[in-house]
């Protein structure tokens, strides 16, 4: 990994683990996170270190999370 997850990242990444390794449409609930503002940078960061794959719609706003091998891994998961 390039960088230690923050404490929001690994909460990203278990919340998707707890789903099945997948969220869709998992961003509307837009002023219930203190950290929504940040979400789309933590979600990149996740993806560049390849913990979680994204799928995003035509606009290019984050549509679906879903943890990778690597991701399990970073979560003690096998």
């Known amino acids: 990994m390039n960088h230690e997850l923050t404490d929001h990242q690994v909460e990203i990444i278990s919340y998707a683990l707890q789903h099945g390794g997948v969220l869709a449409a998992p961003f509307g609930h837009f002023g219930d996170d203190s950290l929504v503002d940040e979400l ?3 979600v990149e960061a996740l993806e560049a ?3 979680v794959t994204v799928t995003r719609d035509e606009r290019g706003d984050l549509q679906r999370i879903e943890l990778t091998p690597q991701g399990q891994a970073a979560l003690g998961v096998r």
Request: hydrophobic fraction near 35%; charge should be negative; charged fraction near 15%.
């Open 49 to 51: 270190d390849g913990l």
């Open 40 to 42: 789309p940078a933590q």
